[in-house]
T-cell receptor
Framework: AQSVSQHNHHVILSEAASLELGCNYS??????LFWYVQYPGQHLQLLLK??????LVKGIKGFEAEFIKSKFSFNLRKPSVQWSDTAEYFC?????????FGAGTRLTVKP | DAGVIQSPRHEVTEMGQEVTLRCKPI?????LFWYRQTMMRGLELLIY????????DSGMPEDRFSAKMPNASFSTLKIQPSEPRDSAVYFC???????????FGSGTRLTVV
């Protein structure tokens, strides 16, 4: 069975700080990896996704993620966060089209 | 494209009552998923359908929960009887293919009192 671990439950940063959110997954086969964002009171929106090829994936709003197969990791990064990035971020793995989500990381960006 | 449409947006009901949540997936998407989100348990996959057929319902918490997809454009999640611990936000999502990620609806916030 596939599973996802997000180690940071709540991250607090000041504007312009750099961000890295950890994500590790467990799955024996070929996986597709995703990061979703959920702004307060809203539904999940896709930030970026990895299928194959270049392990460094760029998404919307300046986010990127790097797939490291040997570490089963897919960490999310952003060089300089903004107050508007305050949200909850979910890593997800999709092995058999039954996507499983991590517990989420709440990001608070202080102005 | 109207996206995934869920109704109602909010539902408040008394314990013991039947609750029906509705979802209309994006046209052309052949897989549909029901998730439940709570503070304690995060996002849980309850059930998913492929071409209107339930594929995996192992996430359905108990027999009080049931889901149907009578056609490609409509699905329901029913809870009968409802209990306070069922209070959560229920999301529906759909996709065309496992490579494309999911598109989520706006969710139904269910409160059982």
């Amino acid at each position: 069975a596939q599973s996802v671990s997000q180690h940071n439950h709540h991250v607090i940063l000041s504007e312009a700080a750099s961000l890295e959110l950890g994500c590790n997954y467990s799955y024996g086969g070929t996986v597709n990896l995703f990061w979703y964002v959920q702004y307060p009171g809203q539904h999940l929106q896709l930030l970026l996704k990895y299928f194959s090829g270049d392990p460094l994936v760029k998404g919307i709003k300046g986010f990127e993620a790097e797939f490291i197969k040997s570490k089963f990791s897919f960490n999310l990064r952003k060089p300089s966060v903004q107050w508007s990035d305050t949200a909850e971020y979910f890593c997800a793995v999709n092995g058999n089209n039954d996507m499983r989500f991590g517990a989420g990381t709440r990001l608070t960006v202080k102005p | 494209d109207a996206g995934v449409i869920q109704s109602p947006r909010h539902e408040v009901t008394e314990m013991g009552q039947e609750v029906t949540l509705r979802c209309k997936p994006i046209s052309g998407h052949n897989s549909l998923f029901w998730y439940r989100q709570t503070m304690m348990r995060g996002l849980e996959l309850l059930i998913y359908f492929n071409n209107n057929v339930p594929i995996d319902d192992s996430g359905m918490p108990e027999d009080r929960f049931s889901a149907k997809m009578p056609n490609a454009s409509f699905s329901t999640l029913k809870i009968q009887p409802s209990e306070p611990r069922d209070s959560a936000v229920y999301f529906c999502a759909s996709n065309r293919d496992r490579l494309y990620g999911y598109t989520f609806g706006s969710g139904t916030r269910l409160t059982v009192v």
